[in-house]
């Protein structure tokens, strides 16, 4: 059955980029005209996803009140509901808190981070309870980056600080929801789940080769809004 659901984690605080989110969340911030999580339900609606789940945190009626009043939802054709945390409960612990709330296979995806390939193509894929997307780049020293055999993902390797190419995470995911530990408290998806998954041999990795950025500090937040300006 094809994958439906799009979740977005969209609690995150900002803190790098300063004055810019110290009363709007990171997703909210305009970028091309628009706020940034426009853009991605955008791109939710042109793969074929009907329904999405914004987990939000900081700010989160700031978020709620632009969807009430821009009636997004109802001009992409989206069903959209919003999980606040009532705590920061990291990208792992906003996921169970929300357990009920998920489709049984779900695609998801940062709230700052735009990675412009088909998520389709992800979120079809069945073989595995996990699968990422990953992307090449050139100079990996900032990253920590994914071993891929035969389209699994096998283990992370640390930042190095190396001038080499490598396959970083794309911040976009297919999951099985059996798949998510009940794990209580706040915890990470990308420290505790993703290596767990790996080392068991389930989670799979795909590469994409599309525009890749996030907003999270100001170099690359002024760089979104010419590449989304296009």
Same mark, same amino acid.
Request: hydrophobic share 50%; glycine share 10%.
């Given at each position: 059955?094809?994958?439906?659901?799009?979740?977005?984690?969209?609690?995150?605080?900002?803190?790098?980029?300063?004055?810019?989110?110290?009363?709007? /969340?990171? /997703?909210?911030?305009?970028?091309?005209?628009?706020?940034?999580?426009?853009?991605?339900?955008?791109?939710?609606?042109?793969?074929?996803?009907?329904?999405?789940?914004?987990?939000?945190?900081?700010? !989160?009626?700031?978020?709620?009140?632009?969807?009430?009043?821009?009636?997004?939802? !109802?001009?992409?054709?989206?069903?959209?509901?919003?999980?606040?945390? $009532?705590?920061?409960?990291?990208?792992?612990?906003?996921?169970?808190?929300?357990?009920?709330?998920?489709?049984?296979?779900?695609?998801?995806?940062?709230?700052?981070?735009?990675?412009?390939?088909?998520?389709?193509?992800?979120?079809?894929?069945?073989?595995?309870?996990?699968?990422?997307?990953?992307?090449?780049?050139?100079?990996?020293?900032?990253?920590?980056? $994914?071993?891929?055999?035969?389209?699994?993902?096998?283990?992370?390797?640390?930042?190095?600080?190396?001038?080499?190419?490598?396959?970083?995470?794309?911040?976009?995911?297919?999951?099985?929801?059996? !798949?998510?530990?009940?794990? /209580?408290?706040?915890?990470?998806?990308?420290?505790?789940?993703?290596?767990?998954? $790996?080392?068991?041999?389930?989670?799979?990795?795909?590469?994409?080769?599309?525009?890749?950025?996030?907003?999270?500090?100001?170099?690359?937040?002024?760089?979104?809004?010419?590449?989304?300006?296009?």
């Amino acid at each position: 059955m094809s994958v439906t659901q799009c979740v977005l984690l969209v609690g995150g605080m900002g803190t790098r980029l300063g004055d810019l989110t110290a009363q709007t /969340p990171k /997703p909210m911030l305009s970028v091309a005209g628009k706020p940034f999580l426009e853009h991605l339900l955008v791109k939710a609606a042109r793969h074929g996803f009907t329904e999405v789940v914004l987990l939000a945190g900081f700010r !989160a009626d700031v978020l709620v009140d632009w969807l009430t009043q821009s009636q997004v939802g !109802a001009r992409l054709g989206l069903r959209i509901e919003v999980v606040v945390e $009532a705590e920061p409960m990291g990208t792992g612990g906003a996921l169970v808190q929300a357990r009920d709330r998920l489709a049984p296979t779900f695609l998801l995806a940062n709230g700052d981070t735009w990675f412009d390939f088909d998520w389709r193509a992800l979120a079809d894929h069945t073989d595995v309870p996990a699968v990422m997307a990953l992307r090449e780049i050139a100079v990996a020293d900032r990253y920590e980056t $994914a071993v891929l055999e035969a389209s699994r993902v096998v283990r992370f390797r640390p930042r190095t600080g190396e001038a080499s190419p490598g396959l970083i995470n794309g911040g976009v995911y297919r999951i099985s929801r059996a !798949a998510l530990p009940d794990l /209580p408290g706040a915890w990470s998806l990308e420290a505790d789940f993703l290596p767990r998954v $790996a080392l068991a041999g389930e989670l799979g990795g795909q590469v994409f080769a599309g525009d890749f950025i996030d907003i999270g500090v100001p170099e690359s937040l002024a760089a979104a809004q010419a590449l989304l300006a296009r």
